[in-house]
């Protein structure tokens, strides 16, 4: 009954840090597009078009790169959770 409790415990704890986790990625992406807005003006003053920076590839390397860091990260919460078991 215990463990039943415990997982219960453990399930609210991971269900409130989705939601702020979750914010703040709001957060982050609503930042982003604001500075994406004024990186465009800003270009645009300068006489470019931020379309030609082509930046798509460099976003899908990144996004890559993210991908293989949060799959390292993972793979390293596994390894520790099973040391603890």
């Given at each position: 009954?215990?463990?039943?409790a415990e997982a219960k415990k453990e399930a609210i704890s991971a269900n409130e840090q989705n939601k702020?986790?979750?914010k703040n990625l709001k957060d982050v992406e609503r930042e982003?597009?604001?500075t994406m807005h004024y990186l465009e003006k800003f270009l645009n003053t300068l006489g470019y078009n931020?379309?030609?920076f082509n930046m798509?590839?460099?976003l899908e390397e990144s996004?890559?790169?993210c991908?293989?860091?949060q799959d390292k990260d993972e793979e390293e919460i596994s390894v520790n959770d099973r040391r603890h078991e």
């Open positions: 009954m215990n463990e039943v702020i986790l979750t982003n597009k604001v931020l379309s030609e798509d590839e460099d996004n890559e790169e991908d293989n860091e």
